[in-house]
């Protein structure tokens, strides 16, 4: 718990600086994910139909840029992580449901806010009434499901680098590696 | 200021962009970009219009409180760039179908909007079942290294590629 102590030193932003600051970030996010093209139901159908790979070129490209800062700045004690507790009924089961929710909206969550922006109306109307009506479900599933299948397969808050007991170096940078390989193989394909 | 009114941008220079984002997040915010924990927090609040306080003592909102916080104004924050961002590439558009979609459907707006409700409740669903989206797992989780990121958007996309197979070529 060192590196807590170390973050002490940057100041913590109030409750009306943190909803100004998500506003801000979300502006940024917004005109980025517009600008990659990705607030477009066809680009997302044709990543998931294996036709167009922007969506996967954009998300790992954020990966490798994302990991290797927020990793650095680890070591360097600026930041902590906060990886998500998890399991395999909690990530499987709820990601193949997301999937072919995915599929079926032509939007994810974030890229849905996005859609709204450029002015799609089957996002503003029938995707977010789903959405909020399929979290509204979830709510109150939840009780039942948090005694059953959420709890199956249970590996917690843990990381490729703390399973495997390694420095964190050892797995960030072939991560990166392999990601990059992954990205030219896919722009000789032409894809 | 060219940069600003084009239509696309390289997806690497968008992905790395939205890279340093999420170094900013985690300086300034203290936590990792993600979005759909805000529509659980809308929803029920919408459900507490209709159904009083007792909706906040759902085991659920007790974990994921009714309130505006970071992220539900992230996803205001999103509209409004996306809006900019196709204002001044002359992108924005209302429309009603997708053209790819059109292609195979046809134009019929209400088709459309039910499908998309239909996939907006799986989506949302399995998004809370999940804890996390494309961007809490799949961009924050996995540029963490976390185990939870990475299954789970390995699961997103093995679902995502059945159910589009399923849907286009089986139709199209």
Sequence with gaps: METKEKIKTFKEPGKTSR????????????????????????VIVG???????????????????????IYF????????????????????????????????????????AGAIGNGYLDALTGGV????????????LYPRLNRGILKKGDYGDITIPGLLKVNE????????????????????RGL | MDIFTELRWSPYIVGTGIGVLSWFSFL??????????????????????????????????????????????MMIGI????????????DFNPEWVPAFWNSTFGHTPFLRVIVAMAGGILLGFG??????????????????LAVSGWISALSFFAGGIIVAFLIYRLSG
């Design chain 1, 19 to 42: 909803l100004i600051a998500g506003f801000i970030f979300g502006i940024f996010f917004g005109f980025l994910l517009q600008k990659g093209g990705v607030t477009k139901y066809d």
């Design chain 1, 47 to 69: 990543q998931l139909l294996l036709t167009d790979f922007t969506v996967l070129k954009i998300m790992l490209s954020a990966v490798v840029t994302g990991m290797i800062g």
């Design chain 1, 73 to 112: 700045m680890k070591s360097m004690g600026w930041i902590q992580l906060y990886p998500k507790s998890g399991s395999l009924g909690q990530n499987i089961a709820g990601g193949l449901i997301f999937g072919a929710g995915f599929a079926i909206l032509g939007y994810c969550p974030g890229t849905l």
């Design chain 1, 129 to 140: 009434a789903g959405i909020l009506i399929g979290a509204g479900l979830f709510a109150s």
């Design chain 1, 169 to 188: 170096w050892v797995i960030v940078i072939p991560v990166a590696a392999l990601i990059i390989l992954f990205l030219i193989w896919i722009e000789n």
């Design chain 2, 28 to 73: 300034i915010l203290r936590i990792p970009l993600s979005c759909s924990t805000s529509f659980s927090r809308t929803s029920g609040m919408i459900e507490r219009i209709f159904r009083g306080k007792k909706v906040e003592t759902k085991p659920y909102y007790q974990k994921v409180k009714l309130v505006i916080d970071w992220q539900w104004m």
């Design chain 2, 79 to 90: 509209v409004a760039g996306s809006f900019i961002s196709s204002l001044l590439s002359g």
């Design chain 2, 127 to 144: 998004a809370r079942w999940a804890d996390g989206c494309t961007s809490g797992h799949g961009i924050s989780g996995t540029m963490q």
